[in-house]
Nanobody, 124 residues
Framework: VQLQASGGGLVQAGGSLRLSCAAS????????MGWFRRRPGKEREFVAA????????YYSESVKGRFTISGDNANNTVTLQMNSLKFEDTAVYFC??????????????????WGQGTLVTVSS
């Protein structure tokens, strides 16, 4: 499975960005697809995820109400709409995927495949 993420960039605080990720290869109609991030000097942390086929969505407390994850199960694509961005959202964002939907979608251990990361910079 290969993951291709796009959409990072520079934005002012309060602005919006949209990240997209597409999984290709040996994918499945069931599984988890999510976003994690690594802020400067921090460990990789969970941001948001979607689980198929029941379309369950999960968010970290730090982004709940500001970020929205959506996805297309048929095409294994996921989008993260990020609104009201804050300086502390500055990070490299990673897309992740697993066919194993029973894994914890909020943990790094819940994923097998990872994208290359895309940088989001929020200026204050």
């Amino acid at each position: 499975v290969q993951l291709q993420a796009s959409g990072g960039g520079l934005v002012q605080a309060g602005g919006s960005l949209r990240l997209s990720c597409a999984a290709s290869g040996r994918t499945s109609r069931t599984g988890n697809m999510g976003w994690f991030r690594r802020r400067p000097g921090k460990e990789r942390e969970f941001v948001a995820a979607i689980r198929w086929p029941n379309d369950s969505r999960y968010y970290s407390e730090s982004v709940k109400g500001r970020f929205t994850i959506s996805g297309d199960n048929a095409n294994n694509t996921v989008t993260l709409q990020m609104n009201s961005l804050k300086f502390e959202d500055t990070a490299v964002y990673f897309c992740a995927y697993s066919r194993d939907y029973w894994r914890d979608a909020r943990a790094t251990s819940g994923y097998v495949y990872w994208g290359q990361g895309t940088l989001v910079t929020v200026s204050s």
